[in-house]
């Protein structure tokens, strides 16, 4: 069974900087296209960043220059270091993980919420 | 970027009627070496993450009712909702996956009337 837990969220003063943690079971990180999705409070979805199989990455951008997406192999673990917050960063962040071999985001973690302000 | 735009914003439905939910993109996401569309549509409740019902644009996820139906191709996209049931009441958004960035639709809120 595929599970993705986020962590690593909290309230952080605007400028301030915050690294999200997605832990994988079920699935090889660094095999996958995995993803971070945002949803600030009562809107939709956000995409926000991928990094692919090859180690390839792609950004918002709203949030390039600031988010760095990246894993570590040994830890199956998925992380997207945000920098240079703001207000408008605030929201549920869910990490997400593609069907083998494609770029469907199948698997979902519950999310972790970032609030930005002072 | 592809801008996808859904329609309409929300709907009110009668249970055991039919829903149709449409999504557009503001360039083709068909593929066509391999004639898929990338395109994907998920369910979203409150409080929870959006769980995917359908990708290529018409092939169901594993699990999801075959009261669950998409179609489309090129640019524009449905989901079709057969016969609304009480638990299918959510928001229902569209993302294509054709090139990043992979954006999605605004959502369409389903409710049951």
């Known amino acids: 069974e595929v599970q993705l837990v986020e962590s690593g969220g909290g309230l952080i003063q605007p400028g301030g900087s915050l690294r999200l943690s997605c832990e994988a079971s079920?699935?090889?990180?660094?095999?996958?296209?995995m993803s971070w999705v945002r949803q600030a409070p009562g809107k939709g979805l956000e995409w926000v960043s991928v990094?692919?199989?090859?180690?390839?990455?792609y950004y918002a951008d709203s949030v390039k220059g600031r988010f760095t997406i990246s894993r570590d192999n040994s830890k199956n673990t998925l992380y997207l270091q945000m920098i240079s917050l703001r207000a408008e960063d605030t929201a549920v962040y869910y990490c997400?993980?593609?069907?083998?071999?494609?770029?469907?985001?199948?698997?979902w973690g519950q999310g972790t919420l970032v609030t930005v302000s002072s | 970027d592809i801008v996808m735009t859904q329609s309409p914003d929300s709907l009110a439905v009668s249970l055991g009627e039919r829903a149709t939910l449409n999504c557009k993109s503001s360039?083709?996401?068909?593929?066509?070496?391999?004639?898929?569309?990338?395109l994907a549509w998920y369910q979203q409740k409150p409080g929870q993450p959006p769980k995917l019902l359908i990708y290529?644009?018409?092939t169901r996820d594993s699990g999801v009712p075959d009261r669950f139906s998409g179609s489309g191709s090129g640019t524009d996209f449905t989901l079709t909702i057969s016969s609304l049931q009480d638990e299918d009441g959510a928001v229902y958004y569209c993302?294509?996956?054709?090139?990043?960035?992979?954006?999605f639709g605004q959502g369409t809120k389903v409710e049951i009337k």
């Open positions: 360039q083709s996401i068909l593929y066509t070496s391999n004639n898929k569309n990338y």
């Open positions: 290529w644009a018409s």
């Open positions: 993302q294509q996956y054709f090139s990043t960035p992979w954006t």
């Open positions: 990094i692919y199989r090859d180690g390839n990455t």
């Open positions: 079920g699935l090889t990180v660094s095999d996958n296209y």
């Open positions: 997400a993980s593609a069907y083998s071999g494609t770029r469907i985001s199948a698997y």
